[in-house]
Nanobody, 115 residues
Framework: QVQLVESGGGLVQAGGSLTLSCAAS????????LGWFRQALGKQREMVAT???????NYADSVKGRFTISRDNAKDTVYLQMNSLKPEDTDVYYC?????????WGQGTQVTVSS
């Protein structure tokens, strides 16, 4: 079992920045990769960025060059630095942990970007 707790969401103006944090607990050693995903009401959850246990990263095309995912293994925490935010980045952001064929999710944090 893995538990994830996100923090750092909020309201920001277009062009601004936010940093999301996700603290993991439980069976940390079983985690293959961590990632950030987002979902708007009535839409499918989509991948934003992922990072493996060896720190290989992957980004959605829509956020490349603006968002950076990183992890602090000592703190069992993954971060998402979001710069140059756009109104279309408004969503609920979820932290996910891939463990084998299972994905564990946090409760989500709202990010709202005003124009």
């Amino acid at each position: 079992q893995v538990q994830l707790v996100e923090s750092g969401g909020g309201l920001v103006q277009a062009g601004g920045s936010l940093t999301l944090s996700c603290a993991a607990s439980g069976n940390i050693a079983s985690i293959n990769s961590l990632g950030w995903f987002r979902q708007a009401l009535g839409k499918q959850r989509e991948m934003v960025a992922t990072i493996t246990s060896t720190s290989n990263t992957n980004y959605a095309d829509s956020v490349k060059g603006r968002f950076t995912i990183s992890r602090d293994n000592a703190k069992d925490t993954v971060y998402l630095q979001m710069n140059s935010l756009k109104p279309e980045d408004t969503d609920v952001y979820y932290c996910g942990a891939l463990v084998g064929v299972l994905t564990y999710w946090g409760q989500g944090t709202q990010v709202t970007v005003s124009s």
